[in-house]
């Protein structure tokens, strides 16, 4: 998100293409746009020029492997699947989530702010995060200041924390 203006952009359930918070600067900077999500974000990527990648790398999928090994089906079920959701209760810990926030000036005393994140593990698929919520994960108005959030991602957007 830029200060001046309040231009902003993002993207949620982008699969398959690596440095999602470039694909949110080019919808920010190219489109009239703040928000694009899933296949559609992929093909915006791809047509902006992004390169599509395999991102599953052999711990991230061991790591899936053992955790499905200790869990009940629901807990793995996904919705494709007559399974019931998963209970999600036991599901964040400190290691199940990552994102990195950043606030930036520049030298004519413009804020800018970044907000990136793989996501919270084992959650519900189609789970939207803060990250990509313009007021919750991040949010930029020159005249107040910068914030970028990280934690728990659903509490933060039921009170827009970074705008707060």
Known sequence: MNGPGHQAGSVAGLVGI???ITVARRIMEHTPHTLLVGDN???FAIRE???EQNQLTDPSRLAWEE???SRT???VAHFDSNQSLPNTSKLLTPESHDTIGLCALDGQGNLAA????SGMSWKIPGRVGDSPIIGSGLYVDNEVGAAAGTGHGDEMMKVCLSYR
């Open 18 to 20: 690596p440095r999602a």
């Open 41 to 43: 974000a992929r093909l």
């Open 49 to 51: 020029g992004f390169q």
């Open 67 to 69: 955790w499905k090994k």
């Open 73 to 75: 089906i629901s807990d």
């Open 114 to 117: 970044g907000c990136t994140t």
